[in-house]
């Protein structure tokens, strides 16, 4: 391949980059692969019947795909900015395929195909049972009135809205009182659950049920701000007790 300007190679660039890549000429051929392509490729070549990373070079890209034809018509409508897509590879391996044209002057001579992201099917199957898990919010009924909500996991955002609306709903369905958040789980804390946090604590106020955290670790001590109002224990033995010391407040009063 050409100079690039500073003394490497085209190949030893892309040999660089730690993804696996592939180059084919424009009538989908496989000319090059750089050397992260032929190590991953020595768990793929068999499953189509290969004995060496040899017999890849100069196969047709329509060699490898179980539907060459769909393939072929994307390709030919011209990928102008590269195509991306999620392929499945002998319902074995999972990849992200990246597709994107090479031009010399403007003029089309092949393309490089990147895959990306690469797991078995067995992983990608524990990867979407995971996120259903952490997806999930697991409502424990632990005494009159009282939800406990044991929370695990990286709370993103995304998972942050989904559990406000699940937690509203089941608080305004039994007419709670008291919801107990705890934190025992929670892999690390930072502004993302300090925000989910605080959104939850409000929005259960404004309904009238009190929020109570519980499942403070000394490392959750120490990076946890001061900023939630909300009353905050190491266990939920503690914040059980509390909850039944404020009822009885309540009778009393």
């Given at each position: ?59 047709n ?82 005494w ?11 709370l ?46 409000e ?38 007790k ?9 009778e009393?009063?």
């Amino acid at each position: 391949m050409d100079q690039i300007g500073i003394n490497i190679s085209n190949a030893d660039l892309l040999n660089s980059i730690g993804e696996v890549i592939i180059i084919s000429d424009t009538e989908y051929r496989i000319v090059w692969l750089n050397k992260k392509a032929e190590e991953v490729m020595k768990n793929i070549y068999p499953l189509y019947g290969l004995n060496s990373i040899d017999e890849i070079i100069g196969k047709n890209m329509d060699f490898f795909h179980k539907s060459p034809k769909n393939q072929r018509f994307i390709m030919d409508k011209g990928i102008k900015d590269g195509h991306k897509a999620r392929i499945n590879i002998k319902s074995k391996i999972i990849a992200d395929i990246i597709i994107t044209p090479i031009q010399d002057n403007k003029e089309l001579v092949g393309y490089t195909v990147m895959l990306m992201d690469m797991t078995t099917k067995d992983e990608e199957e524990r990867r979407k049972d995971q996120l259903i898990q952490e997806l999930s919010v697991p409502i424990l009924h632990i005494w009159d009135k009282t939800i406990a909500l044991p929370l695990y996991g990286d709370l993103t955002v995304l998972r942050g809205e989904h559990i406000i609306s699940t937690v509203l709903q089941e608080c305004v369905t039994k007419r709670l009182h008291y919801v107990m958040l705890d934190l025992s789980g929670v892999s690390g804390f930072d502004e993302t659950v300090h925000y989910n946090l605080n959104r939850l604590s409000e929005t259960l106020r404004l309904i009238g049920v009190k929020s109570i955290i519980v499942g403070i670790t000394p490392d959750l001590a120490l990076a946890i701000p001061e900023l939630i109002d909300a009353p905050i224990f190491k266990d939920a033995h503690s914040g059980l007790k509390y909850i039944i010391n404020l009822e009885k407040d309540n009778e009393n009063a």
